[in-house]
């Protein structure tokens, strides 16, 4: 599991940061235990796993659910997918017409996000109320018009139910009550990219302790990356001051924080 802050879409002054937990298996009780004691928004798939973080019981207080539309948007957009079908030599009437309109509806989302990007969060949550409420509203509209026609077997209707099913919906549309809620967790499915690389690569953590060491690793390479620093000439760095170094200066050495010397810039 990893968790991600970054606040340069809206224009926030906290520095980008991931942080990876390992996890033997993909049940419940690790994102319970990861975010014990934390509450706020936690922007993500529609993995149950979280289900327990948004219960109205839960101490300090329930997480609010923000979800992605770029995984919704998959859904649709692999039955529309044209230049895929071709190359699996499937027809083009095979092609979901209620997928393509509903990709082409969605983009029209992103487009309006594109625009605002990185601008602060109450310019944002303006152009939301006034550009992209309406269209969310006939968004639904539509999904339910056309779901009422369908079988629950369709391929289509699966899509549809990913967006509708319940309680998702408040989910799906909580961008447009907060200007620092994006539309996707793409920050997060980004920073797992090297892992999902290297998996073919290392296969194996080789035991619960390697893949804790992994996660602290990634973490630490991860939140590098974010800042726009290099990890190899941060890390050298780091390692090397440290031990001559107060404790109360070791801030200062955070990625956020750290500036290269001019030998180092040379170098890179």
């Known amino acids: 599991m990893t968790t991600v802050r970054d606040d340069r879409p809206f224009a926030g002054g906290a520095p980008p940061a991931a942080l990876f937990f390992f996890s033997p ?30 219960r109205a019981g839960r101490a300090p207080g329930p997480v609010s659910s923000a979800l992605c539309w770029a995984h919704a948007r998959r859904k649709f957009f692999e039955l529309a997918d044209i230049a895929g079908n071709i190359r699996k030599g499937k027809q083009a009437q095979e092609i979901s017409p209620v997928a393509l309109e509903a990709v082409t509806r969605i983009d029209a989302l992103f487009d309006i996000e594109r625009g605002i990007n990185g601008l602060p969060a109450e310019v944002r949550l303006e152009a939301r109320q006034r550009l992209s409420r309406p269209l969310v509203g006939d968004l639904h509209a ?29 989910a799906f549309t909580r961008f447009l009550e907060d200007g620092r809620i994006c539309l996707t967790n793409n920050a997060a499915e980004r920073s797992l990219r090297g892992v999902a690389l290297g ?10 302790r390697g893949g ?21 000439a941060w890390l050298a760095d780091v390692l090397a001051r ?20 001019p030998s180092q810039q040379k170098a890179a």
């Open 242 to 261: 440290m031990p001559d170094m107060p404790v109360s200066r070791l801030q200062e050495l955070l990625p956020w924080n750290w500036r290269q010397t």
């Open 142 to 170: 539509w999904l339910v018009t056309e779901r009422a026609r369908m079988s629950k077997h369709a391929p289509v209707a699966k899509a549809i139910d990913y967006l509708l099913a319940k309680d998702r919906w408040p």
């Open 212 to 232: 804790q060491r992994a996660a602290f690793l990634y973490t630490l390479i991860v939140t590098a990356k974010l800042n726009d620093i290099d990890p190899q």
């Open 25 to 54: 298996d993909r049940e419940k009780i690790h994102p319970n235990t990861h975010l014990a004691g934390w509450k706020g928004i936690l922007q993500a798939d529609a993995y149950g796993g979280y289900n327990d973080l948004y």
């Open 199 to 208: 998996r073919k690569s290392w296969l194996f953590a080789g035991s619960e």
